[in-house]
């Protein structure tokens, strides 16, 4: 009997549940509550303040983040909020200050999740030009604008939808690129491995969106998303192989960073591995980063696994990364994420021209 996650839907915000008449907030430290009340008066925010509680009426929760703009870490970090209803606080939904200034700042974000929408980016063959795949990139259109990944992001956090907002995003770049797709090409689609608790359930869906649309599971390759804390090493190993059991490649993104470490790149061993932007900015064989690179994309390929360069936006990063030994590149020299998956760029497609 197979099992279905039933995470994936989004559920409607605490902030769109409950008529909220204030928000009350607290801090253990007098130092930081003291701070709170000169930012508000400075913001000509009215505050009430009962029992080391300072309450903001529902009118003023728009410029919180203005307020929050003006604290030290430290003072965000101890601050907590509370939502008031007329019956008085609703305890369980205590949260940061600054978790309840991006939620109520972010009411667009139910509606944006119906309305996602996926743009692709090239990912080249590094010799010749040829685009093997595109990374689906999300994005979300409400009326004229385009709300881009990192909103989106920020706002499903602040939300507690992280989980409902990878599945989503997973199903729906299956649904609308992989379609778009020249054949042999790959579609590169990122995932939160810390969202998933059971591979076995969590994936069920994403697996299906596969077959509605007939997927070849060798082509699609699944990637850990950067910046992404990753879960425990055997859970993650687990996440891997049930992409694997279904014929699918997986990335491990952003090799160099403080958290993807040569340890998950040697215990994982996984198909393809991005190296961090950062390691590609300004690359050239004459810096001394151009050593790190070389032995990065060395290694990997001792164990057997194909390495990409991200971040490429100058023809001389291109040439660094080539000569490094990389084997597939991305950035926006070679192509800007697009509805259209029409290729690399016309700069680009003169490079190779000439450096083929």
């Known amino acids: 009997m ?69 604290l030290s870490e430290a003072d965000r970090l101890s601050l907590r909020a ?36 996926f743009y692709g980016q090239p990912i080249v063959e590094v010799h010749d030009g040829r685009v093997i795949g595109y990374e689906a990139l999300v994005r979300a259109r409400l009326g004229d604008e385009l709300i881009g990944a990192g909103p989106l992001l920020k706002a499903a956090a602040a939300h507690d939808q992280m989980r409902a907002f990878d599945a989503l995003a997973r199903t729906t770049a299956i649904r609308q690129l992989y379609g778009k797709l020249a054949p042999a090409q ?11 608790y059971n591979p076995d359930i969590c994936l069920q869906t994403t697996f299906q969106a596969c077959r509605e649309v007939g997927a070849d599971f060798s082509r699609l390759v699944f990637e850990i998303t950067e910046g992404e804390d990753f879960p ?4 993650l190993k ?16 952003d090799l160099g960073s403080g958290h993807t470490s040569l340890v998950y790149l040697a215990e994982l061993k996984p198909d393809i591995v991005k190296l961090d932007r950062a390691l590609i ?17 060395d290694y990997a390929h001792d164990l057997g696994i194909q390495v990409v360069a991200e971040g490429i936006e ?7 990364a080539r000569e490094a030994g990389v084997d597939l590149v991305q950035g926006y020299y070679l192509g800007r994420p697009a509805e259209t998956l029409s290729g690399v760029s016309s700069e680009a497609a003169g490079w190779w021209e000439v450096h083929q």
Do not use: M
């Not at 790959?186 to 998933?196: D, E, H, K, Q, T």
């Open 314 to 320: 100058e023809p001389e990063e291109l040439v660094a």
């Open 281 to 297: 900015q300004g690359l050239s064989p004459s810096k001394p980063a151009f050593r790190l690179v070389r032995s990065l994309v």
């Open 238 to 253: 687990s996440i891997l192989e049930r992409y694997r059991q279904e014929g699918a490649r997986v990335a491990l993104d």
């Open 186 to 196: 790959s579609l590169f689609i990122n995932f939160a491995p810390g969202v998933i």
């Open 82 to 117: 509370v939502p008031y209803t007329a019956e008085g606080p609703n305890v369980w939904e205590v949260q940061p200050l600054s978790v309840w200034a991006d939620r109520l700042n972010s009411e667009w974000f139910e509606s944006a999740t119906e309305n996602l929408v």
């Open 2 to 70: 197979t099992h279905f996650c039933n995470c994936h839907a989004i559920s409607p915000s605490p902030a769109a549940l409950s008529p909220f008449v204030s928000l009350g907030i607290h801090s253990p430290s007098s130092s930081a509550r003291h701070h709170l009340t000169l930012l508000l008066h400075a913001h000509d925010i009215p505050v009430h303040t009962e029992e080391q509680v300072a309450h903001i009426g529902v009118q003023d929760f728009s410029r919180l983040l203005g307020v929050l703009d003006g």
């Open 232 to 235: 425990d090493l055997e859970l």
